[in-house]
């Protein structure tokens, strides 16, 4: 399935940010529920074909999460951080790969009341240009691409 909706993906040169902006078809209320809970995460997050074990998910401020996704092969790309904030419109976290130790990103998430459609806009900030550089050519792309369509059809099955 390829959405209607494109995701932006910005990543200018020199700074070590990234900002993503997607529109959903769906309420506010159900893409943020999408993003919290653990279930519905399982179902969408990452790329087609992968398998998604979480381990630890405590979707609160101060709580942390863990999880994993296991490609055909059976390679294994594990992922950390602790949610800072959860609010209405606002949720702020850490993230981090395991197979890059201690090169955190600080992600805050805001959603967008559209009357009945929601648009996201994820700012990511980087420890350096660097580490902003090995995201983005790690193939982050298509996986948030796949991840997004995912949660299309899953918000679609729901409303």
Known sequence: ???????????EPGVPYIDIVRDFDAPKEAVRHAY?????????????GYEMEV????????????????D??????????????????????????DGWPGHVSLESLVFEDLGGRTRIRNHSVYQSVEDR?????????????????RLDELLAEQH
């Open 1 to 11: 399935m390829t959405s209607k909706n494109p995701t932006i993906i910005t990543a």
């Open 133 to 149: 550089d090995q995201m983005v050519n790690s193939g982050m792309e298509g996986g948030v691409n796949d991840g997004y369509e």
């Open 55 to 70: 381990g630890e998910w405590k979707a609160e401020s101060g709580g942390s999460y863990q999880y994993t996704h296991r």
């Open 72 to 97: 055909p092969e059976g390679n294994s790309f594990g992922f950390n951080g602790v949610f800072h904030h959860i609010g209405d419109d606002l949720l702020v976290q850490t993230f981090e790969f």
């Open 36 to 48: 919290l809970d653990r279930d519905l995460v399982q179902k969408w997050l990452g790329p087609r």
